[in-house]
């Protein structure tokens, strides 16, 4: 069974802009979370997708939102770039019991460069 | 204080020891308790799940939980040169959206052949 997939890889982009990354979840799984890891604060949890509701939030900023659509598949956009926005993000999906109850199985991330 | 707080390390122990882990945390409503491990440049990986207070065994691995304490610890027993990476303690907890995760900034372990 695949794994998590997630697109781009990598990203460059300037202060002000918009990104928008994509995660694909192991197929059957309907839970999708996501996450910034930097090397100053850690790894830091944004949001939780399921059944395209967000159903749990940490404490990011509004620039910051998501999506799920009907296939579990899922975006995360960050709008105004900031430097500090520089980071990797990573999406985790899980059955159906999210970050709460189930395994999170990491995809490899996007490595975001604000500049 | 920080939420979730690691023995930062970095922790070196001989093949064959025993590693130990520990963690606390902040919030007494905290519900489940989590063990990733993460290898230089790769994604993070569960290792274990707590939820109950007491041990939970899983191989080499042993996860204890003391609520009352607010502490969680990691036991990984016979250690071997392919446990060295960073081991995340994560955290999850109500908040007025939910679920929140909070993760310590880890503990980097090198067990030495």
């Known amino acids: 069974k695949a794994g998590v997939t997630q697109t781009p890889r990598y990203l460059i982009k300037t202060r002000g802009q918009q990104v928008t990354l994509s995660c694909s979840p192991i197929?059957?799984?309907?839970?999708v979370s996501w996450y910034q890891q930097t090397p100053g604060q850690g790894l830091q949890f944004l949001f939780e997708?399921?059944?395209?509701?967000?159903?749990n939030k940490g404490n990011f900023p509004g620039r910051f939102s998501g999506r799920q659509f009907s296939n579990s598949r899922s975006e995360m956009n960050v709008s105004t770039l900031e430097l500090g926005d520089s980071a990797l993000y990573l999406c985790?999906?899980?059955?159906?019991?999210?970050?709460?109850?189930?395994?999170?199985?990491f995809g490899p991330g996007t490595r975001l460069t604000v500049l | 204080q920080k939420e979730v707080e690691q023995n930062s390390g970095p922790l070196s122990v001989p093949e064959g020891a025993i590693a130990s882990l520990n963690c606390t945390y902040s919030?007494?409503?905290?519900?489940?308790f989590f063990w990733y491990r993460q290898y230089s440049g790769k994604s993070p990986e569960l290792i274990m799940s707590?939820?109950?207070?007491g041990d939970k065994e899983d191989g080499r691995f042993t996860a204890q939980l003391n609520k009352a304490s607010q502490y969680v610890s990691l036991l990984i027993r016979d250690s071997q040169p392919s446990d060295s990476a960073t081991y995340l303690c994560?955290?999850?907890?109500?908040?007025?959206?939910?679920?929140?995760?909070?993760f310590g900034a880890g503990t980097r372990l090198t067990v030495k052949p």
């Open positions: 985790a999906s899980s059955l159906t019991g999210g970050i709460a109850l189930d395994t999170q199985y």
């Open positions: 197929s059957g799984h309907r839970s």
């Open positions: 997708y399921f059944s395209e509701t967000q159903r």
């Open positions: 919030d007494r409503g905290s519900q489940s």
């Open positions: 707590i939820y109950s207070n």
């Open positions: 994560a955290v999850n907890r109500k908040n007025r959206d939910g679920n929140d995760m909070r």
